[in-house]
């Protein structure tokens, strides 16, 4: 397993079990995270609603085609990677998904070794293996390095403590982050500061980042526990 692809996330759209457990089963051994949904509407609503870092969409779903996943993804402002997963074999098809914004294809059947290589290649290619350096969500990217976020491509004005945050939130997506956690990680240790400061500046975050802030799906909190990041 090559260490610049490990830990990065994958939503992967297929319908057919046998080869969504399949796949899941080998990227997981390779150190990706996968998550699995089997229909079109269910994928695009993944792809515009939470972080990942490539897609690897079916052309051939239910309730929504892969084509049309992709173009509406594009149309919202998604620049994740994506890669076609087709049992046409047709240049037509291939041409159509490149046009509508996917950044590879691959036609089934293929071998897994052969798509691997293809996923590690779209990463680096659209420098998502360096994502621990930036992070986006539509139309919100936020370059941690340089210190700068924009909001549809206009600068979003984000304070030294909400780059810390988000930056922490990011490091430990998926997990639930107690306020004497969050603490401890953004402001540091041995800091005494009431559990107002944290909710002030959640909450403010949410406001620049959510799509809709007062239905928050990137930071969630969990009841009596925390927050957990799902971004």
């Not at 399949?22 to 390779?30: Q, T, V």
């Not at 290589?117 to 680096?124: E, F, K, P, Y």
């Not at 002030?200 to 957990?228: A, F, M």
Request: glycine share 10%; proline share 4%.
């Amino acid at each position: 397993m090559s260490g610049d692809t490990a830990g990065n996330r994958i939503l992967l759209v297929e319908d057919e079990p046998t080869i969504a457990t399949g796949l899941k089963d080998d990227l997981e051994i390779d150190g990706f995270s996968v998550d699995v949904v089997e229909d079109g509407v269910s994928a695009e609503e993944r792809i515009l609603a939470t972080q990942h870092d490539l897609v690897l969409l079916d052309v051939m779903l239910p309730r929504r085609d892969g084509f049309s996943v992709c173009r509406n993804a594009r149309a919202a402002g998604v620049r994740t990677p994506i890669i076609l997963l087709t049992a046409k074999g047709q240049d037509v098809d291939k041409i159509v998904g490149l046009e509508l914004g996917a950044d590879d294809y691959i036609t089934k059947p293929f071998n897994y070794r052969e798509l691997l290589a293809r996923v590690r290649a779209v990463l680096r290619r659209t420098g998502v293996e360096s994502s621990a350096d930036a992070w986006q969500h539509g139309d919100v990217r936020v370059d941690f390095v340089r210190g700068e976020a924009t909001k549809g491509g206009a600068p979003l004005a984000l304070t030294a403590t909400e780059f810390r945050m988000l930056k922490t939130f990011r490091e430990h997506r998926g997990q639930v982050l107690t306020i004497d956690r969050l603490l401890e990680l953004v402001w540091g240790p041995g800091v005494f500061l009431t559990d107002r400061v944290v909710y002030t500046h959640v909450n403010n975050l949410r406001q620049k980042i959510e799509p809709v802030p007062s239905r928050p799906r990137l930071i969630v909190s969990v009841r009596g526990l925390g927050y957990r990041f799902d971004g």
